[in-house]
T-cell receptor, first 116, second 112 residues
């Protein structure tokens, strides 16, 4: 159980366009989801906490107008990279806590974004 | 959250036990020890967690020292598919605002 999916798995876009990445909890509900990014050969960096029905909380140094997060339902959070540039190319990973007391966080498979 | 220290890399022979150490000398009483691993180009996978007692599941065992300042993740019979980066993370419970903050981890190479 506790499966998290992401779509798309990889995306290539032109500089200046916006890209939306979906994160879904398939077999549980999640009031809280997290978004991370990871550069090659580096560790995961927490970007923001996504809360169902309320605004996301961003980590220091992460531009909220650049990385728009929407958590409209208990099973879906989206991350939109607006006006993408080559330096936004990265591996984006989401994770979720099952609602109802579980303290274990489960991760999606990640989305590889390449901005040309 | 408290920081952890892990060796950057380790090797292990296939079929042998892999013992991955983690130091968390500044851990607080309400912080848990979590272990995740990340196989190349995939999302992290939960392995095990504990507060102060040793824990075992189908994947691994977690040994936490009595003073809680360090722990060891044990993969009893490592296989080639266990090659990954292993992350030791300490954090308070989610309902207390805990977040998973990743360090650099240990890159484990299981060799035939």
């Amino acid at each position: 159980g506790a499966v998290v999916s992401q779509h798309p798995s990889r995306v290539i876009c032109k500089s200046g366009t916006s890209v939306k990445i979906e994160c879904r909890s398939l077999d549980f509900q999640a009031t809280t989801m997290f978004w991370y990014r990871q550069f090659p050969k580096k560790s995961l960096m927490l970007m923001a906490t996504s809360n169902e029905g309320s605004k996301a909380t961003y980590e220091q140094g992460v531009e909220k107008d650049k990385f728009l997060i929407n958590h409209a339902s208990l099973t879906l959070s989206t991350l939109t990279v607006t006006s993408a540039h080559p330096e936004d190319s990265s591996f984006y990973i989401c994770s979720a806590f099952p609602s109802g007391g579980s303290d274990t966080q489960y991760f999606g498979p990640g989305t590889r974004l390449t901005v040309l | 959250d408290a920081k952890t220290t892990q060796p950057p890399s380790m090797d292990c022979a296939e079929g042998r036990a892999a013992n991955l150490p983690c130091n968390h000398s500044t851990i607080s009483g309400n912080e848990y020890v979590y272990w995740y691993r990340q196989i190349h180009s995939q999302g992290p996978q939960y392995i095990i967690h504990g507060l102060k007692n040793n824990e075992t599941n189908e994947m691994a065992s977690l040994i936490i020292t009595e003073d809680r300042k360090s722990s060891t993740l044990i993969l009893p019979h490592a296989t080639l598919r266990d090659t990954a980066v292993y992350y030791c993370i300490v954090r308070v419970a989610h309902n207390q605002g805990g977040k998973l903050i990743f360090g650099q981890g240990t890159e484990l190479s299981v060799k035939p």
